[in-house]
């Protein structure tokens, strides 16, 4: 676990789940000073590294008001549950179709054990959110934080059809969660989170949802802060296009997953970085692109039926 102090009243938590790869890779902000709030929760294999980022932060426990998750897949918000035991006063924020999975769970843990296999075991399985302390967030909801942050609700469908962003109307960060992709700040590695199943003007159309909110900077789930919210944003739509137009073609030439990722690797070039991580974050972000890769085949496909 490691903390971050970012700006005034707001922090990141490096959660670091025990998972080969996953340092640098999972942030939870926290934001606030006397209401505070969570955004994200990380899995259920790091939810005690999170509370103890929160006392090594001086966090009281019952100033947390509010978990919100950007989404509810379990690399995000596995820990919810968890989380509530020791947060005695917090609730959880999260798209109305992810809230009866935050209640039950057992749909979701079963998805995610057909989808991921032993990596879902490795982040291990949600527990059960009580109903009276789930807030299903619609579109434009603001939720204010003390004088600090005002944030708003953005829904941003498209690396999930329960995605949501959000937006602090009083500073101009945005918190994009997977809405703009992932990026490794340190090798400026930037790529699509597009897994099955894909709809991919969904995808194009949040990321123009966010570019409208003009936003001073971006923070990332996977991982961590960017000043030039605009630049990024844009270049990450234009990635997504580009790799609609490359894997397009390469599916016309019979090419198989592996083929479609070294074609990939040489013709985006926000995907140079990728050589220059440890071998360990190397794998886990080579994983990612291979499953971001079959988000475009499915819908690519299904564009043909």
């Known amino acids: 676990m490691q903390t971050y102090h970012l700006s005034e009243h707001l922090s990141m938590i490096d959660v670091q789940p025990p998972i080969s790869g996953w340092d640098e890779f999972v942030g939870v902000y926290v934001l606030g000073r006397e209401q505070m709030a969570l955004i994200d929760a990380g899995p259920y294999c790091s939810a005690g590294n999170l509370i103890n980022g929160l006392d090594e932060l001086g966090i009281e426990r019952e100033n947390v008001s509010y978990i919100f998750l950007t989404h509810i897949h379990i690399d995000h918000a596995g820990a919810a549950g968890e989380l509530l035991q020791h947060l005695p006063n917090a609730r959880v924020v999260v798209h109305p179709r992810g809230a009866s999975h935050l209640a039950n769970p057992d749909k979701l843990w079963e998805g995610s ?139 016309e030439h019979g090419a198989e997953y592996e083929d479609i990722f070294s074609k990939l690797m040489a013709e985006d070039a926000s995907l140079n970085g990728l050589k220059e991580l440890p071998k360990d974050q190397y794998q886990r972000e080579h994983y990612f692109i291979i499953n971001a890769i079959g988000g475009f085949v499915g819908y690519i496909e299904k564009q043909k039926t």
Not at 115 to 144: H, M, S, W, Y
Not at 205 to 218: F, H, N, V
């Open 113 to 251: 054990l057909k989808t991921l296999g032993d990596l879902a075991k490795k982040q291990g399985r949600p527990q059960n959110v009580a109903p009276e302390r789930i807030i299903a967030a619609e579109e434009g909801t603001i939720f204010p934080l003390g004088d600090e942050f005002e944030l708003e609700v953005i829904h941003t469908p498209g690396h999930a059809a329960h995605h949501m962003s959000f937006f602090d109307r009083r500073s101009g960060k945005l918190f994009a969660g997977e809405a703009g992709g992932a990026y490794t700040a340190k090798v400026d590695l930037l790529r699509p989170a597009t897994p099955p199943p894909l709809l991919l003007e969904h995808y194009l159309e949040s990321i123009d949802k966010l570019l409208r909110r003009d936003a001073t900077g971006i923070y990332y789930a996977h991982y961590g802060p960017d000043e030039d919210a605009r630049t990024k944003l844009q270049r990450h739509k234009e990635q997504a296009k580009l790799w609609r137009e490359v894997i397009s073609e390469a599916l």
